[in-house]
């Protein structure tokens, strides 16, 4: 087979190179193969398969229930919808958290059986030795600071984090030494404009935000949100660029009415 004619993907050097470059990184979710489609046409320069699947897809009310099995599926499903994003995967909640070795060899799973590029995983200073591991064993790693959703509980809900100068040091020390441990671009979530613009000038690799403020290096959205279809919660920093939620819901009355009437399927589409 010939490979002059293939598009390659984007890789975690060009992503490295745009924060240089100052090009603004834009990144979304994706987690199926015809979503992921169109974000690739669309020009989008990472897809996520969040572990927000769980909530979006999935219908859970967290991001906790959801498996390496769930995540494996959904980014095989992305990675043959798409052809030049850079694709990363988040580690689902005790896929990383319970041993190096179980992390390691789940963390490769994604590269191995899926194809993805990268994964992403929450937490700081913690876990900067499995940062370095990984990055050793050639797991490209996304780092995820400030809300993270995975520790809910502990933070007693979605909150706004590092929102005093204590918790604000505490994300930057941990923004750099998951820079230092092999991270190649952080995710920060929900933390003050401000302390996302002095992590962003402090770090070398990219910072992509979500209501983390415009100094960020990219923005992150979960794709539900940002096209209005998923409506059980909408976070303020999301920007709904379309309601798809009702577009969706006014066709299927239209069909349903259709259906009803006999007034579908017509002869157009119906064979003689
Ligand atoms: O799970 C997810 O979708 C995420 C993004 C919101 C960054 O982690």
Do not use: W
């Amino acid at each position: 087979m010939s490979t002059q004619n293939k598009i390659s993907r984007k890789t975690i050097l060009d992503i490295k190179k745009m924060k240089k470059q100052g090009e603004k990184i834009a990144m979304l979710t994706a987690y199926d193969f015809g979503m992921a489609s169109i974000l690739d046409d669309s020009d989008v320069d990472i897809l996520l398969i969040g572990d927000s699947l769980g909530m979006v897809v999935l219908g859970y009310d967290s991001t906790l229930p959801v498996t390496m099995e769930d995540m494996i599926r959904h980014t095989q499903a992305v990675v043959r919808g798409s052809s030049k994003a850079l694709v990363v995967t988040d580690m689902p909640f005790l896929s990383y958290q319970v041993s190096q070795e179980t992390a390691i060899a789940n963390a490769g799973r994604f590269l191995k059986e899926a194809d993805a590029q990268a994964v992403k995983l929450e937490g700081g200073r913690e876990y900067a030795d499995l940062v370095h591991k990984m990055t050793y064993a050639g797991i490209p790693v996304m780092g995820h600071l400030g809300l993270t959703p995975q520790s809910v509980h502990q933070m007693g809900g979605y909150k706004v984090q590092g929102k005093n100068d204590e918790a604000a040091e505490k994300i930057m020390q941990d923004a750099k030494i998951l820079e230092e441990a092999g991270a190649f671009s952080l995710v920060l979530e929900c933390v003050p404009e401000k302390l996302a613009a002095d992590i962003t000038a402090a770090l070398s690799i990219p910072t992509i935000g979500i209501g983390a403020g415009v100094q960020c290096d990219g923005q992150v959205l979960v794709v539900n949100d940002m096209l209005g279809i998923y409506d059980r919660m909408t976070p303020k920093f999301v920007k709904k660029y379309a309601n798809l939620n009702l577009e969706i819901r006014k066709a299927v009355k239209s069909y349903v009415q259709e259906v009803k009437t006999n007034a579908f399927p017509d002869e157009e589409h119906s064979f003689k």
